[in-house]
Nanobody, 126 residues
């Protein structure tokens, strides 16, 4: 299984970026896909998630209203549209795939079964 994240870059505060995560290597029916981020010196934190089959969405409270997660099953790709970006959004963004059965479970890290992409850096300048 491979998850290839892309779309990061440098953007000014208030700007927008859309990240992509191309998934391959298996079928993801029954999986939850999503995004985490890790800022320098901080722990990895949950951003947003989506069920692969139905498309139900779930967001961290601080991302609601600014970030939108979506997926294109035909392209095996998950997207994260980020609007009104703030300097505190600066981080490496990672996509994750997990057979989790709940949002709570997805937010946790399971080294033995999670699939992770390598991350894409988002830098928001003030």
């Amino acid at each position: 299984v491979q998850l290839q994240a892309s779309g990061g870059g440098l953007v000014q505060a208030g700007g927008s970026l859309t990240l992509s995560c191309a998934a391959s290597g298996r079928t993801f029916s029954g999986y939850i896909m999503g995004w985490f981020r890790q800022a320098p010196g901080k722990e990895r934190e949950f951003v947003a998630a989506i069920t692969w089959s139905i498309g139900n969405r779930y967001y961290a409270d601080s991302m609601k209203g600014r970030f939108t997660i979506s997926r294109d099953n035909a392209k095996n790709t998950v997207y994260l549209e980020m609007n009104n970006l703030k300097p505190e959004d600066t981080a490496v963004y990672y996509c994750k795939a997990d057979i989790a059965s709940s949002w709570y479970e997805f937010r946790r890290i399971h080294p033995s079964r999670d699939y992770w992409g390598k991350g894409t850096l988002v830098t928001v300048s003030s």
